[in-house]
């Protein structure tokens, strides 16, 4: 199966650590990008952003994806491209843009053509089971049936950027839906691979499972669910 990375959000910076695991899982240097969670003025800043992660000068080809993208091309791109590297931004954006050009189902196929995928933020809730457990999910409209999403490996939802102060959101979350969160706080990162997750970063992550306490989840320690 291939590898999934599932991240708060991205820093040139602080995830170099982690941004190398990447970099060694791919086969090929040709990355398809999607910024379709930010606004469509900040894309060419965005672009800029991960090609200095990404450097033509080491042989990598950056694709900027259209959020306009058509049937068609993702099939075309589905043998082309080696990885695909998805951003952060607006969970509700990137949710109503996937809608309409049916990207899920081309990521989806991806997964099962052993290709790598870094999921950042809002991007990292869409790979969850319900878009429910994104921060200030209770002011939108959506009702059941809208708000779930990919699940593709698990029951686990997701919650970037946690704080314990989000504690409370995240258990009214699954007094709700009865379904298992993973909490990312900024600096934590997970990596899936054959139905097993690992911790990377600089700092722990958290679990939180219905009817019971909270776990912490330590940096190098694996776990299944």
Not at 22 to 46: D, H, N, Q, T
Not at 98 to 105: A, D, K, M, V, Y
Request: with cysteine.
């Amino acid at each position: 199966m291939t590898k999934v990375f599932v991240s708060w959000g991205w820093d040139l910076e602080d995830s170099k650590t982690f941004d190398s695991y990447f970099l060694a899982s791919l086969k090929g240097k040709k990355i398809g990008y999607v910024p379709w969670a930010m606004p469509e003025s900040r894309y060419k800043a965005c672009l800029e952003r991960i090609e200095g992660f990404l450097p033509k000068q080491d042989g990598f080809d950056v694709l900027c994806l259209d959020e306009k993208i058509n049937y068609l091309s993702q099939k075309d791109l589905l043998q082309t491209l080696d990885a695909i590297y998805i951003g952060w931004g607006n969970t509700y954006r990137l949710m109503s843009l996937c809608r309409q050009n049916l990207f899920l189902h081309f990521l989806e196929i991806f997964v099962k053509l052993d290709k790598p995928i870094y999921w950042g933020s809002a991007w990292a809730i869409l790979f969850g089971k319900s878009i429910h457990s994104a921060p200030d999910a209770n002011i939108t409209n959506l009702n059941e049936k809208e708000s779930y999403w990919l699940g593709l490996f698990s029951n686990i939802s997701f919650f970037c950027h946690y704080k314990t102060k989000n504690d409370w959101e995240i258990l009214d979350y699954i007094n709700s839906h009865k379904n298992p969160v993973i909490a990312l706080p900024e600096g934590g990162w997970l990596v899936l691979q054959d139905w097993k997750y690992s911790v990377h970063g600089s700092f722990n992550v958290y679990l939180f499972l219905p009817w019971e306490e909270k776990q912490e989840l330590c940096v190098w320690e694996g776990f299944t669910l």
